[in-house]
T-cell receptor, first 113, second 113 residues
Framework: NAGVTQTPKFRVLKTGQSMTLLCAQD?????MYWYRQDPGMGLRLIHY???????AKGEVPDGYNVSRLKKQNFLLGLESAAPSQTSVYFC????????????FGQGTRLTVV | KNQVEQSPQSLIILEGKNCTLQ??????????LRWYKQDTGRGPVSLTI?????NTKSNGRYTATLDADTKQSSLHITASQLSDSASYIC????????????FGTGTRLTVIP
């Protein structure tokens, strides 16, 4: 029962470095999401995808890019990391946008120094 | 503006005691409300879903209520256990749009022996 898998689980970056976070789901879900979670704040949507080859901006997209080349994968990229991007990142997927449950990965803790 | 507010922010209770967590929302048009449990270092996991027509739903020691008129929900935990220590997040889904999930900031529950 893999569900939603995120890699890596932890990462430390220097300011200005780039990296890609990978999210993989094995439930054949159409919808995939990237969130960030910061202390005292609810999960905030960065980008999302409604299907293979599509992406859209969420609430806090600046400084991030995404790609959905395959239905099961959703990549989140940081081109030039900044300390403000220190956060815990969660990927989620769902089969629809009504009563369906969103399934979350275990999170990636990113620290930018 | 679509918002979800939870109270209290944090709560400490003795093992075996009951507690109630609150969620108020302004999301419209309303589709459903889910309570998620997030263990430390893990992604959120759905506990229960409440739709417009449901007033009360139980899942073991967890009982959720929904008052769609006042836009309030509660999560009652009975006979708390140490494993209940976690953050509980209220998530409200609007009826329209792929970007239609609205998250509360969560209540951090600590159960002590």
């Amino acid at each position: 029962n893999a569900g939603v898998t995120q890699t890596p689980k932890f990462r430390v970056l220097k300011t200005g470095q780039s990296m890609t976070l990978l999210c993989a789901q094995d439930m054949n879900h159409e919808y995939m999401y990237w969130y960030r979670q910061d202390p005292g704040m609810g999960l905030r949507l960065i980008h999302y995808s409604v299907g293979e080859g599509t992406t859209a901006k969420g609430e806090v997209p600046d400084g991030y890019n995404v790609s959905r080349l395959k239905k099961q994968n959703f990549l989140l990229g940081l081109e030039s990391a900044a300390p403000s991007q220190t956060s815990v990142y969660f990927c989620a997927s769902s089969s629809g946008v009504t009563d369906t449950e969103a399934f979350f990965g275990q999170g990636t803790r990113l620290t930018v120094v | 503006k679509n918002q979800v507010e939870q109270s209290p922010q944090s709560l400490i209770i003795l093992e075996g005691k009951n507690c109630t967590l609150q969620c108020n929302y302004t999301v419209s048009p309303f589709s459903n409300l889910r309570w998620y449990k997030q263990d430390t270092g893990r992604g959120p996991v759905s506990l229960t879903i409440m739709t417009f027509s449901e007033n009360t739903k139980s899942n073991g020691r967890y009982t959720a209520t929904l008052d769609a008129d006042t836009k309030q929900s509660s999560l009652h935990i009975t006979a708390s256990q140490l494993s209940d220590s976690a953050s509980y997040i209220c998530v409200v889904r609007a009826q329209t749009g792929a970007n239609n999930l609205f998250f509360g900031t969560g209540t951090r529950l600590t159960v002590i022996p």
